[in-house]
């Protein structure tokens, strides 16, 4: 069955104040600014996925791609597109009309996804590497970007998704689909991932269900004005803070 949620003050729950981050010599220096995100993280290549027919024969990438009402002439991108799963359906969606950007961390991955789009001949393509803290993505130029199985291995989510922002249209939004599970265990809990995307000033639109995704579908829209670094609050993991109470 289908589950949704509406927009609630409940998204604000899960935030903590926490002590300036400057001097974190074990971070990236150009995360520094940011909070640290108050979470494990999951360490990228150890999930294991269905195979992309098995992945097709349910309908995932389809029902993502309705869902987040992709049309011909959309410029896209997808975020840790690792084998290009997402990025090649993606590609077919849009037309010659559209563009996708692919895009990930791992110089390897990125040759063998370049190697993927120049065989299929996706001339709507383009291949960009990331890092980290920042999706490397030009101002402006999206009406969407997708986030699949991925956000919970980014270790800096603040700055990830400040920097990420800039990147949309107007009127464009930011897609998630993930596992309601610790983030440890490569997912992410709903709660924790609406409080960190709200902290960066986004807004959740939708929040689905279903069993096609073998997991839920977010999506977010930015509202108001990106706020400063410093006036970032990070996130606690859900239930942390009412242990705290009861202690």
Not at 93 to 102: F, M, Y
Not at 175 to 182: E, G, S, Y
Not at 216 to 235: N, S, T
């Amino acid at each position: 069955m289908i589950g949704r949620l509406t927009l609630a003050a409940s998204l604000t729950l899960f935030c903590t104040a926490c002590d300036s981050n400057k001097g974190d010599t074990d971070r990236l220096a150009t995360a520094r600014d940011f909070p640290r995100a108050y979470r494990p993280v999951s360490q990228g290549g150890e999930s294991s996925f269905s195979s992309e027919e098995t992945r097709d024969d349910r309908r995932e990438a389809a029902t993502v791609m309705a869902l987040a009402n992709i049309k011909p002439g959309m410029t896209v991108a997808d975020i840790g597109a690792g084998e290009g799963y997402y990025t090649v359906r993606l590609a077919e969606k849009v037309g010659e009309s559209g563009r996708v950007l692919a895009q990930d961390i791992d110089p390897e991955v990125v040759s063998q996804l370049g190697d993927r789009v120049e065989r299929e001949r996706l001339d709507n393509v383009s291949i960009k590497l990331g890092s980290e803290d920042d999706p490397r993505l030009p101002k402006g130029s999206f009406d969407r970007i997708f986030l699949v199985h991925m956000y919970h291995e980014v270790s800096e989510p603040y700055a990830f998704l400040w920097r990420l922002r800039p990147a949309l249209r107007k009127g464009g939004q930011v897609v998630v689909v993930d596992i309601d599970r610790p983030t440890a265990d490569h997912g992410i809990d709903p709660r924790l991932l609406f409080c960190e995307f709200e902290q960066v000033g986004f807004r959740l639109v939708e929040f689905v269900r279903k069993p096609e995704l073998a997991g839920y579908y977010a999506q977010f829209e930015a509202v108001g004005k990106r706020p400063q670094p410093e006036a970032i609050e990070p996130c606690s993991q859900p239930g942390e803070r009412d242990d705290n109470v009861a202690a």
